[in-house]
């Protein structure tokens, strides 16, 4: 039995030694040949709890410690709840777009997105980060989702800096 034991045990040394690898500095000539995929795919579930919320601040393009408050206005998703995936959302950082001279960060949309009860008691328009219907807020509608959308293949928006 114990003969077993150092056999597997050297055995497994050997196997852990024989799989190192060494690393060589590789220079540029070298690097130059080599091409392959930038950008990166994801494939997540948003998993949300029952007072989940989201704030979009818009503040007229200023900091928001120097927008005043009529220049501040707030986009809340209330009470988000449920389950949200997806697969094969991209992200590529790409440089001279469709010959175009410019770079642009392109997302290539999710093949089809899964929602599982997911819903929010409302979406609204507000003046302060607080929802407050009837005074600073307005409510613009609600929703509650379930079930499975495909997006058409490949489906891409490119984001330019434009200054």
């Given at each position: 039995?114990?003969?077993?034991?150092?056999?597997?045990?050297?055995?497994s040394f050997?196997?852990?030694?024989?799989?190192?690898?060494?690393?060589?500095?590789?220079?540029?000539?070298?690097?130059?040949?080599?091409?392959?995929?930038?950008?990166?795919?994801?494939?997540?579930?948003?998993?949300?709890?029952?007072?989940?919320?989201?704030?979009?601040?818009?503040?007229?393009?200023?900091?928001?410690?120097?927008?005043?408050?009529?220049?501040?206005?707030?986009?809340?998703?209330?009470?988000?709840?449920?389950?949200?995936?997806?697969?094969?959302?991209?992200?590529?950082?790409?440089?001279?777009?469709?010959?175009?001279?410019?770079?642009?960060?392109?997302?290539?949309?999710?093949?089809?997105?899964?929602?599982?009860?997911?819903?929010?008691?409302?979406?609204?328009?507000?003046?302060?980060?607080?929802?407050?219907?009837?005074?600073?807020?307005?409510?613009?509608?609600?929703?509650?989702?379930?079930?499975?959308?495909?997006?058409?293949?490949?489906?891409?928006?490119?984001?330019?800096?434009v200054n």
């Amino acid at each position: 039995m114990i003969n077993k034991i150092v056999i597997t045990a050297a055995l497994s040394f050997s196997l852990i030694m024989s799989s190192f690898a060494e690393l060589v500095p590789v220079g540029d000539d070298v690097l130059n040949e080599v091409s392959g995929q930038s950008g990166i795919t994801l494939n997540a579930k948003i998993i949300l709890g029952d007072e989940s919320s989201f704030v979009f601040t818009n503040t007229s393009g200023k900091k928001k410690a120097d927008a005043t408050a009529g220049e501040t206005g707030y986009l809340i998703v209330d009470e988000l709840q449920g389950a949200l995936e997806f697969e094969g959302l991209g992200f590529d950082l790409v440089s001279d777009l469709k010959n175009s001279g410019k770079s642009a960060l392109q997302w290539t949309l999710p093949k089809k997105i899964k929602a599982t009860n997911f819903k929010t008691t409302g979406i609204y328009i507000s003046s302060t980060e607080e929802v407050n219907p009837g005074t600073t807020s307005t409510f613009l509608m609600g929703l509650k989702l379930n079930g499975e959308l495909s997006l058409p293949a490949n489906t891409q928006v490119s984001i330019f800096v434009v200054n």
